[in-house]
Every structure is written in C-alpha cells, then in structure tokens.
C-alpha cells in the first residue's frame, strides 16, 4: 500500500517562505505521478503543482513563478518551495501520487491521483 506524508507546514507572514516534503512508501512500480494539492476554508481542492518521474512539472497560474516543485533521484520525497507567499495561499495542503510499470503521461494537474496524504496546513498572515 502506498503511503505518503506530509511535513514542513506552518505559519509565516506574507512575503515570506515554507517548504513543504512529502514521504512517499510503498511503491511497487518505476514510474510515479505526484502533485500538491491544496484546500481553503469554504473552497474546492486545486491543483497547485505536479511533477512525474521525467521531471515534467505543470503549475497553477496563480502560483508560477513563487512556487517550485521538485522530487529526490529515488522519487519517493516530493517537496514544494513556497515563496512569495500571500493571504490567498492559506489552505491544507496534500500531496498525491500514482504509480505506473512504465513510462506514463501523467496529464500534469488534470491527473486524478490514487493515493493522498492527511494533509499539512499553511497559514499566511497580512
């Protein structure tokens, strides 16, 4: 069973910065799709960022050039850099993961992940 987990959330003012890792176990299969995901009071889950095992990565637009996605050489620990964060950026953040025997088009933020992490909150304040 894939599992993943969450760390590195937490409070910080605007402008300022949080990285955010994700500990992924259990795969069986070579080629993996993971994203970050991210849910706000009274709003849908969005896609925030994604990546896959040939280190293609797609972003939101609302996060372009703040945030960076990134990935160990084993592609097992995903990690978000967030910088530049604003009041908006505020929400629980998951990550998410899938795996594949071989090479997969993982379709960026439009992938419908498999497994998911509890989630790390992110609080910025003005």
């Known amino acids: 069973q894939v599992q993943l987990v969450e760390s590195g959330g937490g409070s910080v003012q605007s402008g300022g910065s949080l990285g955010l890792s994700c500990a992924v176990s259990g795969y069986i299969y070579s080629y993996h799709c993971m994203g970050w995901f991210r849910q706000a009071p009274g709003k849908e889950r969005e896609g925030v960022a994604s990546?896959?095992?040939?280190?293609?990565?797609d972003y939101a637009e609302s996060v372009k050039g703040r945030f960076t996605i990134s990935q160990d050489n084993e592609k097992t620990t995903l990690y978000l850099q967030m910088n530049s964060l604003e009041v908006e950026d505020t929400a629980i953040y998951y990550c998410?993961?899938?795996?594949?025997?071989?090479?997969?088009?993982?379709?960026?933020?439009?992938?419908?992940?498999?497994?998911w992490g509890q989630g790390t909150q992110v609080t910025v304040s003005s």
């Open positions: 998410a993961a899938d795996q594949f025997p071989g090479t997969w088009y993982c379709g960026g933020l439009k992938h419908e992940y498999t497994y």
């Open positions: 990546i896959d095992s040939s280190g293609y990565a």
